[in-house]
């Protein structure tokens, strides 16, 4: 939720100093791939997410794509399209998309880029509300479930705790043994 909190507060792309700047290339409109190499990434993507049940992927072209994935894609998507956060590159995995689930819209992606702006709401709202809203959001789906807690620390069996021989602490002060 801190992350989601964050992000209400600075913004992407908001003009915040602290908002992520990151940006979707535009492969196509930069002729950094031809067409042929956008229709073969395309239909990997569609192979790796979710979409795959209602959208059935060329697998002829999504293996081309897969090469084409790897060098151009992987580095902020991630190897396998798990995404990163961080860079502000979603996952792949899923059939979430922000800009349309089609196979069009997907290609329109690559194609064209994608690189949506949402304001910074820090001067807008107080910190009790941006909370409020985080929580929300998370609820609603934004977010994953907290990392659970991570359990006491014991001590390790290496190195077992002291026996203590009450009948000899009682001795030594003098006392009789139970």
């Known amino acids: 939720m801190e992350d989601i909190e ?7 792309r908001s003009g915040h100093p602290d908002a992520r700047m990151s940006m979707m290339p535009a492969f196509g409109r930069d ?7 956008i229709s073969d990434v395309t239909e990997q993507v569609v192979a790796m997410s979710s979409a795959r049940a209602r959208l059935h992927p060329d697998l002829r072209a999504a293996a081309r794509g897969a090469l084409v994935y790897q060098e151009q894609c992987a580095v902020c998507h991630g190897a396998t399209g798990t995404g990163d956060r961080a860079l502000g590159a979603p996952s792949l995995t899923d059939d979430v998309w922000l800009y349309g689930g089609s196979r069009e819209e997907i290609r329109r992606q690559i194609e064209l880029g994608r690189g949506g702006v949402m304001p ?9 509300t941006l909370r409020a809203l985080a929580y929300y ?4 789906g934004g977010g994953e479930a907290d990392a659970p ?4 620390t014991l001590p390790s069996a290496a190195a077992p705790a002291p026996v203590v ?3 000899q602490d009682e001795r030594a002060a003098g006392g009789a043994p139970h």
């Open 31 to 37: 002729n950094m791939l031809t067409d042929a190499q």
């Open 120 to 128: 910074s709401w820090e001067r807008r709202f107080d910190d009790g």
């Open 149 to 152: 807690v991570a359990p006491p």
């Open 165 to 167: 021989d009450q009948d």
């Open 137 to 140: 959001v998370h609820q609603m």
């Open 6 to 12: 964050h992000t209400l507060r600075v913004g992407i």
